[in-house]
């Protein structure tokens, strides 16, 4: 796909993504199966995900969203982590499971787990669909993982450069030239 010289190589196609989505949302089925979930999306990265793994769960779910500060234009996390837009409802006694679309430094997810936490969740778990490992500054533990990825900066299927590509089907690498 030659939308533009910034989208590099396909690093997961749209099968492969789609695949790993029914697969995860069977999972999930089974280990929230007769329990209050509640999705919580991380704007606007997760968006993507977050609606098809919703609709790969098969048990009735409430779905929220929060937003968090990125990085702006640049490419790497300066750390610094703030709440722009908050859940619409309490999580207090939900089980509440956390999507994001990549686990990079760890720093925001770490933010938002102790964010979170505070406020009296039955339970807290983390689904990432990307985690990059290696660049990881924070420990965070993530309970249902997509794909592990190199350290190379990923847009498509939600992820961005500068609020460009998110609507790729696709992940790509980001082209430097
Ligand atoms: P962290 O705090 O460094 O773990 O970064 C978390 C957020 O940074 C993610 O939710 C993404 O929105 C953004 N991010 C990290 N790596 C990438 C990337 O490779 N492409 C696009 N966004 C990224
Ligand atoms: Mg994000």
């Known amino acids: ?7 590099g190589r396909v690093l997961i196609s749209e099968e492969q993504i789609q695949e ?26 997760a968006i993507m995900f977050m609606v098809d793994l919703a609709r790969a769960i098969e048990l009735p779910l409430s779905i929220d969203f929060m937003a968090i500060s990125s990085y702006g234009q640049s ?9 722009i837009k908050d859940l619409d409802e309490s999580i207090e006694g939900k089980h509440v499971l956390v999507v ?3 686990v990079d430094t ?4 770490k933010y938002i787990l102790e964010n979170l936490l505070a406020r009296g969740p039955a ?6 669909l990307l985690n990059k490992r290696k660049a990881r500054k924070a420990e965070v533990k993530i309970d249902y993982v997509g794909f592990e990825i190199p350290d190379a900066f990923v847009i498509g299927y939600g992820l961005d450069w500068g609020e460009l590509y998110r609507n790729l089907p696709h992940i790509a690498v980001l082209s430097d030239i």
């Open 1 to 7: 796909m030659s939308w533009s010289k910034r989208v």
């Open 20 to 45: 790993k989505v029914r697969e995860l949302g069977a999972r999930l089925a089974q280990d929230y199966q007769g329990r209050d979930l509640l999705l919580v999306g991380v704007l606007k990265g």
């Open 100 to 102: 994001e679309d990549i």
């Open 75 to 83: 490419t790497e996390s300066s750390g610094v982590v703030r709440i």
């Open 106 to 109: 760890g720093l925001t997810l």
């Open 123 to 128: 339970s807290l778990r983390v689904c990432a």
